[in-house]
């Protein structure tokens, strides 16, 4: 049941990203381009996925369980520290000069072309090496 859930939930998400522009990477770039020729209608995306979030984040605090029963894991601290700031400011780079993030990319395999197969192989080899750096920086610290 789960999978089904998340079948359905991730070609939910897909779709939302391709209708609202989140795939076209001139438009996310002409989103981030604030001082030049800026395209503010991915706002309302914005604004579409924060408000339902809100409340989901709102539900979620007054339960100990999920619909389909597993645990709902406590709420992070706030932490900002050089690893989150490293990351968002890595992430954003990319994002403003590929014009697409993680999921964008898995949505955009179906119609991207060679070019989106390009990077999304290229951002999964960065994800490997990144995760295998980081268990070499873990054996090294203890």
Same mark, same amino acid.
């Given at each position: 049941m789960r999978a089904?859930?998340?079948?359905?939930?991730?070609?939910?998400?897909?779709?939302?990203?391709?209708?609202?522009?989140?795939?076209?990477?001139?438009?996310?770039?002409?989103?981030l381009d604030i001082f030049g020729a800026w395209d503010p209608t991915l706002a309302f995306v914005l604004g579409g996925a924060i408000l339902p979030m809100l409340v989901a984040w709102r539900v979620a605090t007054s339960r100990t369980a999920a619909v389909l029963g597993t645990p709902i894991p406590p709420k992070p601290e706030p932490l900002l520290d050089r690893r989150l700031i490293g990351g968002s400011v890595l992430f954003g780079l990319g994002w403003a000069l590929a $014009? #697409?993030?993680?999921?964008? *990319? !898995?949505?955009?395999?179906?119609?991207?072309?060679?070019? $989106? #197969?390009?990077?999304?192989? *290229? !951002?999964?080899?960065?994800?490997?090496?990144?995760?295998?750096?980081?268990?070499?920086?873990? *054996?090294?610290?203890?």
């Amino acid at each position: 049941m789960r999978a089904l859930f998340a079948f359905l939930a991730g070609g939910l998400f897909g779709a939302g990203l391709l209708v609202s522009g989140m795939t076209d990477t001139t438009k996310v770039q002409g989103w981030l381009d604030i001082f030049g020729a800026w395209d503010p209608t991915l706002a309302f995306v914005l604004g579409g996925a924060i408000l339902p979030m809100l409340v989901a984040w709102r539900v979620a605090t007054s339960r100990t369980a999920a619909v389909l029963g597993t645990p709902i894991p406590p709420k992070p601290e706030p932490l900002l520290d050089r690893r989150l700031i490293g990351g968002s400011v890595l992430f954003g780079l990319g994002w403003a000069l590929a $014009g #697409l993030c993680p999921g964008p *990319a !898995m949505a955009s395999l179906s119609y991207g072309g060679m070019q $989106g #197969l390009i990077f999304f192989c *290229a !951002m999964v080899a960065g994800m490997l090496i990144w995760h295998l750096a980081q268990r070499q920086l873990l *054996a090294k610290a203890t």
